[in-house]
């Protein structure tokens, strides 16, 4: 079973973010907290955080469980709360209104490597998805480990199945963050997604 910690400020958004999980018969709730500050027990695979409108998403808060993947609800974060919620290694933004199942979907997809979003959400992210114009495009290969990075692949994976070294996909990932001007992993894949390199 997925481990999922619930993290919401709110006590009545957490008593219900965790009833509403343990209805499904899907999850672990390992926990429930009002901040990443307050948890010490195991590592959740998934964190399930409560995101209020108009609050800014942490990295550092991001960065502090790098093995948990993030699924966030709220009632209406825009396209701009989205995308920042996506560069910041978010996986899965969610309408505040979302039914347990749907919830639960998109927490074992997070845990999977997946990104969820609403389909109007991705509608609005890629409005004018347009072919590759950069003043150095990206090499076949590139393009291939690129395509790798969407699906949460890590660098000794991709090594392993595109036969190269470790050391060979730091510099191809290097390289493709420095082509798209993307500041991590997720941003690339995101530009990339734009600019329609590569599709999900």
Same mark, same amino acid.
């Given at each position: 079973? /997925?481990?999922?910690? !619930?993290?919401?400020p709110s006590? +009545?958004?957490? $008593?219900g973010?965790?009833? *509403?999980?343990?209805?499904?018969g899907?999850?672990d709730?390992?926990?429930?907290v009002?901040?990443?500050?307050?948890?010490?027990?195991?590592?959740?695979?998934?964190?399930?955080?409560?995101w209020?409108n108009?609050d800014?998403?942490s990295i550092? /808060?991001?960065?502090? !469980?790098?093995?948990?993947?993030? +699924?966030l609800v $709220?009632?209406?974060p825009? *396209?701009s709360g989205?995308?920042e919620?996506l560069?910041?290694g978010?996986?899965?933004?969610?309408?505040?209104?979302?039914s347990?199942?749907?919830?639960?979907a998109?927490?074992?997809?997070?845990a999977?490597?997946f990104?969820?979003?609403?389909?109007?959400d991705?509608?609005?992210?890629?409005?004018?998805?347009q072919?590759?114009?950069l003043?150095?495009p *990206?090499?076949?290969?590139e393009?291939?480990?690129?395509?790798?990075?969407?699906?949460?692949?890590s660098?000794?994976s991709?090594?392993h199945r595109?036969?190269?070294?470790?050391h060979?996909?730091?510099?191809?990932?290097?390289?493709?963050m420095g082509?798209?001007?993307?500041?991590?992993?997720?941003?690339?894949?995101t530009?990339g997604?734009?600019?329609? *390199?590569?599709?999900?």
């Amino acid at each position: 079973m /997925t481990r999922v910690l !619930v993290l919401a400020p709110s006590p +009545v958004a957490r $008593a219900g973010l965790e009833s *509403l999980l343990r209805g499904t018969g899907t999850v672990d709730v390992i926990g429930s907290v009002a901040n990443w500050a307050e948890y010490s027990g195991e590592d959740p695979d998934v964190v399930l955080a409560d995101w209020e409108n108009g609050d800014d998403l942490s990295i550092e /808060t991001v960065d502090g !469980v790098p093995e948990a993947a993030w +699924v966030l609800v $709220a009632d209406d974060p825009g *396209l701009s709360g989205i995308a920042e919620a996506l560069r910041s290694g978010v996986r899965a933004v969610l309408p505040r209104h979302s039914s347990a199942s749907q919830i639960a979907a998109a927490i074992e997809a997070a845990a999977a490597g997946f990104v969820v979003l609403q389909p109007g959400d991705l509608d609005g992210l890629l409005v004018h998805p347009q072919p590759a114009s950069l003043a150095e495009p *990206l090499t076949p290969r590139e393009v291939e480990v690129l395509g790798m990075l969407a699906e949460g692949q890590s660098n000794k994976s991709i090594a392993h199945r595109l036969g190269i070294s470790e050391h060979t996909v730091k510099f191809h990932v290097t390289s493709i963050m420095g082509k798209l001007d993307a500041g991590s992993r997720t941003e690339a894949v995101t530009q990339g997604i734009r600019k329609g *390199l590569i599709m999900l």
